[in-house]
């Protein structure tokens, strides 16, 4: 979906995708994806980039080789009520977004993060740096499930997007439930505490 505006994709059931099997792209605003099925894909699950005021509730997505939710530049939007689950990378992988609310989604058993926090990546080859001031921010995570992940919230900032930045708005977890996993891995001594925690 490229520039797309008001678009209503629901109860749909997608899998075994060459790439990621819904995608948003190139300013699309106000999409939603409601209820569907989305597994097995070679790449992620969904994959929302350039995209504002998205909403995702109540899809399961499962066992996709990269992550089950990829955003790249999301903003404003709301993710509820979706199962994240069994997917080889991350959960949700997040650069470059801002003030979106994640709420009532459970992350489980994905291999490597539940939620991963980053910036938008610039140089691929390592040593890898990302765009300036890139880090994702304003982000909001409540009555989340995050259980059975090899790590709840990974943060991954560097030195051109650090979380020290004058007005850096900090991601934050509010009554999350974090099971079976190490709840965080933040590099604060450096670059700055990127997610705080509430309750």
Known sequence: MRAGRNVVLRDLEVSGCRSACLLTERDTRDVSMIGNRVDGSVWDGISLNRTARARITGN????????????????????????????KTHGIYLADSYRNRFAGNHFVRNVLSGVFLTCAVRVREPPVACWDGSMSAGNTFSRNELTGNRIAFTLAPDDRAPCTAPGFARNRSDGDHIAHNPRSEPYPERLGTCLVFGD
Do not use: P, Q
């Not at 903003?75 to 069994?86: F, H, P, R």
């Open 60 to 87: 399961v997505v499962r066992g996709n080789t990269a992550s089950g939710i990829t955003a790249e530049h999301l903003e404003d939007s709301v993710l509820e009520g979706n199962v994240l689950e069994g997917n």
